[in-house]
Every structure is written in structure tokens, then in C-alpha cells.
């Protein structure tokens, strides 16, 4: 559910002249009096662009049934292998060539059964999906061709069979592969991009009437990139928990794992660092005025690990922490930093790199027995050039050295730190939502993010909104209101084209003890960021029992806490001595 700010008269007319849009376009191909190819001549004829085209191999063009279980529509499934640059001023050494695997699906058109749409089956739109971790495979399209819509996946140009993880970012020489880097980075998905518009036109007859953006993690990354550098390319993205900043999280991913063994010599214990997070929710749950084990803003918590230290008493809690891993674990919450004053008092932290995990996420995921191969990926093949690099050599003073040298390398071309002034001023709309409990990407990236978006809150929300959910875990899943990306999805699309301005979601959260036979349903507002949910009276567990507010100054002051040291940002990096 999803509440929406009432229209004005004139965005009423507009509304209006857009719905009536498509039915005028609908004629167009029957008008031009375009015969439309079927899914099997979309592959053979030349004039599609497809066949006999030199850059374009491994070309299958098949319809693909529906299925009862999982129940899908049928649709027309293009996969084939794109080819467009190659050689060393492309990026690749000689003999290389850029390979992007690329994947179209396309509602049935007229002439192969398809009825009831702009044109045959289809909606008269593309929803684009994005990736996740190094990608490396095509995905499947059915969540959008399900609805309609011309859905399309790319592999980014590599794969994950032949160059597992980042290992595609490395030359066997030991040099840079900086054109699968660009293709992993932005090339892969402007290819996915126009290769779903000029087949949806060969297909149907006609360009799309809008075309949307969906992705989570690595896709939120390439939904910025996409508004960042081709601002006139979609009308709406929407881009969950998103992996921009890559050049600065990904390393801070390994930075649990790098005190661990520098403090400790070995990884806490699952049970003793899933005890620390309940405890911390425990502590934190009524800082938001109701009690519920849900942490409304992590950044508020305060929490410190050493109130989890085991006293040797009788009232020591299960799987209590030493002494010593209490401050492991409060240096895994604040995140790489090269001093602090004391753990909690951010205000007073020198040389912020980045952000930690919050109170209450789970830290196994990050300091967990093996560290994350994404990071590992990342100091092996990208920052250090070398396979057989043992990141346990990494300290917490080396780190940042570290940190630095992945920034000068690789935030021109994937740090996803540009403006997204061009796409405002060309109209498109764009969601952004992130899970608060994320154990991968550290949300308060997404808060910083947001809040360095040029312009005012309002200036900012007439496009680009906020939504942070309690205690959702890396796109989904977690203790608290579901993240549900179809219905942000559709909230974009209303605010896309009838210009509906989605002010917070309403998420549902089953709250029935394990093995009930009948669910038992929480539902709680996500109010646009920077508003907060406010306890109003009466019962809990209903979102009409809440309201939204806005806190500016208060969170004027968690801003400030939590801004970066300039030295380990874009623009200001310089090597060090640490």
C-alpha cells in the first residue's frame, strides 16, 4: 500500500493527457501499416538487425512457453552475445574483444497470439533489470515480461564460469583489464539498454512509450549510472540497497575481518556475534518511542559492546563477549576509521574512510568465518594485481593506504559520484530504498548519498525519494516490514505518469510465532526520507496508529556525525604514508 499526495488540478489535466497517450499510439503500427515480424523472423530476417550482423554471435531467438509452476506468461526470449569494441584502444589487450551477453524478452506481438496490450501482449514499455555482486550471468526477464513489459539482463561482459567472482578485472599479465572494468562498470548496461529499445521497435512497430529501471545492490549502482550519464534514457529508476560508492565500500567490506585478525587472531563466533546484535536491538528498540524489537534509525544507537562483556557472574548472558572482542565488535559498527575518540561519539572520530555495519545487522555475513569473496575479489585482482594476495597481511593501519589506492584507480569509472542534475532537469523520477539491517552495503552510504544530492529537501524529493526500511536485510528478508520491489515499483510508475507523489509505503510484517498455523500481520508506514515514523496511539501493530514528521534538525546532527574525512574522498585523494 502506498500513500500518495493528492494532485493538483493541473497535474490532474496531465495525468489525464497521458493516459490518453497510449490509446493514441496503440494505432501506430496498424496505421503505418507495418506488418510486424513473429519472435522466429525477429532472428532470421537481416533487416532486424540481428541476423548476419557481425558484431552480434551465439544468437538463439526462441518463444518460450508459459509455466503453471512457477506460473509465467509466454514470451519471446532473444539471447545472443554483443561485440562491439576490441583491442588495446578499447581497453583490452590485442586478441581481446568486448563479449556482452545480453538477454531480450518481449511479450508476444500480434502475429504471434499476443492481444489486449498497446501491441499484442505488450505494455508499451521496458523495464530494464540490473545485477547483482560482479554479475557475470544473464538473468532471467520473466518478472517483467509477467507484467507486460519488454524486460532485458546482461552479463556486464564477463563470465562468471570462465573468470569467476573479479577475477575478469586481471590480465593475465598482471595489468588492469580496463575494457571488461568499463564493461562491468557502464558499457554492459547501456548495450542491455538499447539493444531492449531497438528490439522492442523491430518487434512491435514502434519505440516504447516509457521506459523504467529495476535493481537491487549492484542494479541500484547501474540505475545511478544510467541517471548519472544518459539522463534522457529512462523515465523512472528504481534502485534498492545500491552499490555505488564501490570504490570505497567494497574494501570497508573486508574491514571486520582485518580487526578480527588483527585484535584477535580468529573470527568471533556466530552465537556470540548474533547475541551482540540482539542485544543491541534489545537496547535500542524504544529510542523510537514504541517497544517492538524494531530499530526505527540505527544511527541513533548508541550501543556499545562492552555492556556485553561476561562478568563471570551468574547473570552473564548467553554467549557474552571478552573484553577484547566487545571492542572488535565496536570497531566493526563504526566502521574504518584511523582514530576515534571513543566508540558512539562520531562527532569527535578523525579520518572517517567509511561507514560500519549498523547496531542490530547481522555480522556474519562481514566477520563472519570466511570474510566476503567480493572484497577478497576486490584486494586481490583490483587494488593489489595479484591472484595469491593474502589480505590477512592487511592491517588497520595499512587499510587505509589501501583505501586510498582503490579510490585513484577505479572511482572514475565506477564510483558513481557524478550529478544527477541532468536527470532531473530531463524529467525522469527515481526510488531509492535501502534495508537498515543490510549486512552486505552499508546504508548510511545510501543516507550520505542522498544527502549530497544538490538542492533543497523539497528541490530533491520532486524527484529523487528516499525510503529506509527498519531492520530489512541486503534487498529483503529481515525482522521487520517487508521490502516489497513491485509495490515501490508500481509507486514509481504512478508517480512516473500520473504524477502521484509516493510520500511513504506501507510494508507488512508477519509476526506469528514459528509453526502458527494463521499469520499474524504487522503493518508499519516507510515514511520518505528525511521524515520519520511517529508513534501516534493505539495499537502497534497498525501503520494508521503512526504518522510521518519531519525531524530536520535532528538529523542535521546524525549528517554532520557521520560526515567522510576529505582526504579519502573523490577529488581529494592523494597518496600517503600510513
Not at 328 to 353: C, E, L
Not at 421 to 432: D, L, P, S, Y
Not at 491 to 501: F, H, I, Q, S, Y
Request: hydrophobic fraction near 35%; aromatic fraction near 10%.
Amino acid at each position: 500500500m502506498i500513500r500518495f499526495r493528492p494532485m493538483s488540478p493541473r497535474r490532474l489535466c496531465l495525468a489525464a493527457l497521458a493516459a490518453a497517450l497510449p490509446a493514441t499510439l496503440t494505432l501506430t503500427p496498424t496505421m503505418a501499416g507495418a506488418q510486424p515480424p513473429t519472435c522466429a523472423e525477429l532472428g532470421t530476417d537481416p533487416a532486424h538487425g540481428l541476423a548476419g550482423n557481425p558484431k552480434i554471435t551465439n544468437l538463439t531467438v526462441q518463444i518460450v512457453p508459459p509455466t503453471i509452476t512457477p506460473t509465467n506468461a509466454a514470451y519471446c526470449q532473444v539471447d545472443f552475445t554483443f561485440s562491439g569494441k576490441s583491442g588495446p584502444y578499447a581497453g583490452y589487450l590485442p586478441g581481446q574483444s568486448e563479449q556482452v551477453r545480453i538477454r531480450v524478452g518481449l511479450p508476444p506481438n500480434s502475429r504471434d497470439g499476443g492481444s489486449g496490450g498497446v501491441a499484442g501482449d505488450w505494455n508499451g514499455k521496458n523495464r530494464d533489470l540490473g545485477g547483482g555482486g560482479y554479475v557475470g550471468n544473464v538473468g532471467n526477464v520473466t518478472s517483467s515480461t509477467n507484467r507486460g513489459y519488454v524486460g532485458t539482463s546482461t552479463d556486464t561482459g564477463h563470465n562468471s564460469a570462465v573468470t569467476p567472482g573479479g577475477s575478469f578485472a586481471l590480465n593475465p599479465d598482471g595489468t588492469l583489464n580496463w575494457g571488461l572494468i568499463r564493461d562491468f562498470a557502464r558499457d554492459g548496461i547501456r548495450q542491455q539498454y538499447l539493444w531492449g529499445v531497438r528490439l522492442a521497435k523491430a518487434y512491435y512497430g514502434m519505440d516504447p512509450l516509457r521506459k523504467y529501471w529495476m535493481g537491487c545492490s549492484t542494479g541500484g549502482r547501474q540505475g545511478h549510472y544510467q541517471a548519472q550519464n544518459f539522463p534522457d534514457a529512462y523515465d523512472g529508476i528504481l534502485a534498492g540497497a545500491p552499490a555505488f560508492n564501490w570504490d570505497r565500500f567494497i574494501p570497508a567490506e573486508l574491514w571486520p575481518q582485518i580487526v578480527m585478525n588483527q585484535e584477535l587472531g580468529a573470527p568471533i563466533s556466530g552465537a556470540k556475534l548474533t547475541s551482540v546484535s540482539n542485544a543491541a536491538i534489545a537496547a535500542c528498540d524504544a529510542i523510537d518511542g514504541v517497544t517492538d524489537s524494531i530499530v526505527e534509525d540505527p544511527r541513533r544507537c548508541r550501543y556499545d559492546a562492552r555492556s556485553f562483556v561476561c562478568t563471570g557472574g551468574p547473570d552473564d548472558p548467553a554467549n557474552c563477549l571478552t573484553g577484547a572482542e566487545a571492542e572488535v565488535v565496536n570497531k566493526i559498527w563504526d566502521g574504518p576509521v584511523t582514530t576515534s575518540a571513543g566508540h558512539g561519539d562520531r562527532h569527535h572520530d578523525s579520518g572517517r574512510a567509511w561507514y560500519g555495519l549498523e547496531h542490530g545487522a547481522p555480522l556474519n555475513a562481514l566477520a563472519g568465518g570466511t570474510p566476503f569473496s567480493i572484497a577478497v575479489d576486490h584486494y586481490r585482482y583490483w587494488i593489489k594485481q595479484d591472484p595469491g594476495f593474502d589480505w590477512k597481511t592487511v592491517t588497520e593501519q595499512s587499510f587505509f593506504g589501501d583505501f586510498v589506492e582503490s579510490i585513484e584507480k577505479f572511482n572514475q569509472v565506477i564510483g558513481t559520484d557524478d550529478s544527477l542534475e541532468r536527470f532531473r532537469r530531463a524529467g525522469g523520477k527515481m526510488i531509492v530504498y535501502h534495508g537498515l539491517f543490510d549486512q552486505l552495503i552499508m546504508p548510511r552510504g545510501t543516507y550520505n548519498y542522498y544527502n549530497g544530492v544538490k538542492g533543497s529537501t523539497h528541490q530533491k524529493q520532486a524527484f529523487y525519494r528516499f525510503f529506509p526500511y527498519p531492520n530489512a536485510f541486503h534487498c529483503g528478508g529481515g525482522t521487520g516490514p517487508q521490502i516489497d520491489a513491485e509495490e515501490l515499483f508500481s509507486a514509481l510508475v504512478e508517480w512516473v505518469e500520473n504524477g502521484v507523489e509516493p510520500d511513504y509505503i506501507v510494508a507488512t510484517q508477519n509476526i506469528s510465532a514459528p509453526g502458527s498455523p494463521a499469520g499474524t500481520f504487522r503493518t508499519r508506514k516507510i515514511c520518505k526520507y528525511p521524515d520519520v515514523q511517529v508513534y501516534l496511539g493505539g495499537d502497534i501493530n497498525d501503520h494508521n496508529s503512526f504518522g510521518c514528521q519531519v525531524r530536520h534538525e535532528d538529523d542535521r546532527e546524525l549528517v554532520e556525525q557521520d560526515e567522510l574525512d576529505e582526504r579519502f574522498g573523490p577529488g581529494h585523494v592523494i597518496h600517503r604514508h600510513w
